[in-house]
C-alpha cells in the first residue's frame, strides 16, 4: 500500500512540473513566447476599415488581409468583434486608435460531430460515437479595446491554430502582427 501511495505522489509531482513549462514565469515575460500575453495599455492602430456583414458580430482577419467569414482554422488568426448585431445593415469599423484595456487568455474546445456507429457497414448501433480522436481546440486571448470614437467595438480575439490539446498554444505577439499585416499595428507599452 505504501508503494501505492508513493507512486501516486511522484505522478503527482511530475505532473504539476510538466503542467508548469509550457507557462513558466520567463516564458510570460518573453515577448517572442506565446505565453506572454499583451499587455493592458497596448494600442491597437487600425489603418484600413474592417467591414463585418449584416447578420454577424465580427470579422476576421488572416495573413494581413481582412477575410470577412472565412478563414484557415490551422493557422493563427483574429477577428475584430462589435458590441451589437444589425440583422439588416453592414457594420464598419473605421480606421482609428483602440487601447488594449484588458486582455483574457481563452481555450476554445470545439466538439467534434457524433454520428452513429457501423457494424459491417449494414446495422447501425444506437446512441452515436465520437467521430474518433479528441477534440481540437484554440488557444488565445482577448483584447478589449477601448475608443472613445468608436465605443461600439468590443475587442479583437487571436487564437493560434486549430490543435490537438497537447500541440494547442496561443498566438505569439510577433504571430499576431503577422496576422494584422498592413490592416493595423500592434503597438505595446
Known amino acids: 500500500m505504501r508503494n501505492t501511495s508513493a507512486i501516486a505522489a ?34 491597437l492602430e487600425l489603418r484600413e476599415p474592417i467591414r463585418i ?13 481582412a477575410t470577412g467569414d472565412r478563414f484557415d482554422h490551422y493557422a493563427p488568426n483574429c477577428n475584430v468583434e462589435v458590441r451589437h448585431l444589425d440583422q439588416e445593415n453592414v457594420q464598419l469599423v473605421r480606421p482609428g486608435r483602440f487601447t488594449v484595456r484588458r486582455t483574457q ?3 476554445e474546445e470545439v466538439v467534434r460531430a457524433r454520428r452513429p456507429a457501423q457494424v459491417a457497414a449494414l446495422w447501425r448501433v444506437g446512441g452515436g460515437v465520437d467521430a474518433g480522436g479528441p ?3 484554440y488557444e488565445g486571448y482577448h483584447l478589449w479595446l477601448d475608443s472613445p470614437e468608436q465605443p461600439e467595438v ?4 487571436c487564437r493560434g491554430a486549430y490543435a490537438e490539446p497537447s500541440n494547442a498554444k496561443p498566438p505569439s505577439i510577433e504571430e ?13 507599452p
Open 10 to 43: 511522484a505522478l503527482s509531482v511530475a505532473l504539476v512540473a510538466i503542467a508548469g513549462c509550457s507557462s513558466t514565469p520567463t516564458a510570460r515575460q518573453d515577448q517572442s513566447s506565446p505565453y506572454y500575453a499583451v499587455p493592458v495599455g497596448a494600442v
Open 53 to 65: 456583414r449584416a447578420g454577424a458580430t465580427r470579422s476576421w482577419l488572416q495573413f494581413g488581409k
Open 105 to 107: 487568455q481563452v481555450r
Open 135 to 137: 477534440n481540437l481546440i
Open 154 to 157: 468590443m475587442r479583437l480575439t
Open 176 to 188: 499576431i502582427r503577422s496576422v494584422l499585416g498592413g490592416i493595423a499595428t500592434l503597438t505595446l
